[in-house]
Protein backbone atom coordinates (compact mmCIF):
# COMPACT_ATOMS: atom_id res chain seq x y z
CA UNK A 1 0.00 0.00 0.00
CA UNK A 2 0.81 3.40 -0.40
CA UNK A 3 1.14 6.02 2.49
CA UNK A 4 0.77 9.44 2.66
CA UNK A 5 1.88 11.25 5.76
CA UNK A 6 1.54 15.66 5.86
CA UNK A 7 3.51 18.02 8.44
CA UNK A 8 3.96 21.64 8.94
CA UNK A 9 0.45 22.97 9.54
CA UNK A 10 -0.23 24.83 12.47
CA UNK A 11 -1.47 27.99 13.84
CA UNK A 12 -0.28 31.99 11.87
CA UNK A 13 -1.14 35.36 12.12
CA UNK A 14 -3.00 36.82 9.51
CA UNK A 15 -0.43 37.87 6.28
CA UNK A 16 2.11 34.92 7.92
CA UNK A 17 3.12 31.97 5.83
CA UNK A 18 3.51 28.17 6.48
CA UNK A 19 4.70 25.30 4.30
CA UNK A 20 3.09 21.89 3.95
CA UNK A 21 4.87 18.69 3.13
CA UNK A 22 3.81 15.63 2.40
CA UNK A 23 5.72 12.45 2.20
CA UNK A 24 4.80 9.02 0.43
CA UNK A 25 6.11 6.07 0.92
CA UNK A 26 5.52 1.92 0.88
CA UNK A 27 5.11 -0.25 -1.99
CA UNK A 28 4.94 2.23 -4.49
CA UNK A 29 5.48 1.63 -8.13
CA UNK A 30 4.73 5.10 -9.39
CA UNK A 31 3.13 8.27 -8.73
CA UNK A 32 1.58 10.60 -11.48
CA UNK A 33 -0.58 13.83 -9.47
CA UNK A 34 -0.06 15.05 -6.49
CA UNK A 35 -2.13 17.72 -5.12
CA UNK A 36 -3.45 19.46 -1.98
CA UNK A 37 -7.01 19.55 -0.56
CA UNK A 38 -8.75 21.55 2.07
CA UNK A 39 -11.98 21.47 3.36
CA UNK A 40 -13.27 23.57 6.26
CA UNK A 41 -16.17 23.05 8.60
CA UNK A 42 -19.65 22.39 6.99
CA UNK A 43 -17.85 22.70 3.97
CA UNK A 44 -16.98 20.31 1.20
CA UNK A 45 -13.39 19.31 0.37
CA UNK A 46 -11.68 21.35 -1.96
CA UNK A 47 -8.85 21.23 -4.72
CA UNK A 48 -6.50 23.60 -3.69
CA UNK A 49 -3.39 22.96 -6.12
CA UNK A 50 -1.92 19.95 -7.81
CA UNK A 51 0.98 19.18 -10.10
CA UNK A 52 2.11 16.53 -12.58
CA UNK A 53 4.65 14.07 -12.42
CA UNK A 54 6.50 16.64 -14.96
CA UNK A 55 6.05 19.64 -13.08
CA UNK A 56 2.27 20.85 -14.59
CA UNK A 57 0.35 22.90 -11.73
CA UNK A 58 -2.96 23.57 -11.09
CA UNK A 59 -4.23 26.24 -8.81
CA UNK A 60 -7.86 26.97 -7.42
CA UNK A 61 -8.52 30.69 -8.40
CA UNK A 62 -8.46 31.73 -4.30
CA UNK A 63 -5.03 30.80 -3.63
CA UNK A 64 -3.47 31.66 -7.03
CA UNK A 65 -0.31 34.39 -6.40
CA UNK A 66 0.20 33.79 -2.99
CA UNK A 67 0.21 29.77 -2.99
CA UNK A 68 2.75 27.63 -4.51
CA UNK A 69 3.03 23.61 -4.79
CA UNK A 70 6.30 21.75 -6.13
CA UNK A 71 7.47 18.12 -5.67
CA UNK A 72 10.63 16.17 -5.43
CA UNK A 73 10.01 12.80 -7.02
CA UNK A 74 13.14 11.40 -5.98
CA UNK A 75 11.86 11.63 -2.36
CA UNK A 76 8.03 11.11 -3.21
CA UNK A 77 7.45 14.09 -1.50
CA UNK A 78 4.95 17.66 -2.48
CA UNK A 79 5.52 20.78 -0.94
CA UNK A 80 2.86 23.17 -0.51
CA UNK A 81 4.30 27.11 0.52
CA UNK A 82 1.28 29.34 1.30
CA UNK A 83 1.56 33.17 1.57
CA UNK A 84 0.03 36.10 2.57
CA UNK A 85 -2.38 33.55 4.37
CA UNK A 86 -5.87 35.12 5.11
CA UNK A 87 -8.30 33.91 7.51
CA UNK A 88 -10.84 31.91 5.16
CA UNK A 89 -7.61 29.53 4.29
CA UNK A 90 -8.64 27.95 7.49
CA UNK A 91 -9.14 24.64 7.02
CA UNK A 92 -7.71 20.62 7.31
CA UNK A 93 -5.47 20.40 4.26
CA UNK A 94 -5.08 17.04 3.07
CA UNK A 95 -2.07 15.78 0.62
CA UNK A 96 -3.59 13.48 -2.13
CA UNK A 97 -1.54 11.40 -4.90
CA UNK A 98 -2.42 9.50 -7.58
CA UNK A 99 -0.28 6.42 -7.74
CA UNK A 100 0.40 2.66 -8.46
CA UNK A 101 0.94 -0.09 -5.87
CA UNK A 102 3.53 -2.86 -6.31
CA UNK A 103 0.93 -5.00 -5.74
CA UNK A 104 -1.94 -3.66 -7.09
CA UNK A 105 -0.53 -1.78 -10.20
CA UNK A 106 -3.94 -0.26 -10.39
CA UNK A 107 -3.66 3.58 -10.58
CA UNK A 108 -5.82 4.30 -7.14
CA UNK A 109 -6.29 7.50 -5.40
CA UNK A 110 -3.91 7.82 -1.66
CA UNK A 111 -5.16 10.50 0.89
CA UNK A 112 -2.76 11.47 4.03
CA UNK A 113 -4.56 11.78 7.60
CA UNK A 114 -4.79 15.66 7.51
CA UNK A 115 -2.94 18.72 8.89
CA UNK A 116 -4.94 21.62 10.33
CA UNK A 117 -4.20 25.10 9.28
CA UNK A 118 -5.25 28.22 11.16
CA UNK A 119 -5.17 31.54 10.44
CA UNK A 120 -6.09 33.85 13.29
CA UNK A 121 -4.84 36.69 14.94
Known amino acids: QVQLVESGGGLVQPGGSLRLSCAAS????????MGWYRQAPGEQRELVADISSIGSTNYASSVKGRFTISRDNAKNTVYLQMNSLKPEDTAVYYCNAQARSLYTMRLADYWGQGTQVTVSS
Open 26 to 33: GSIFSINA
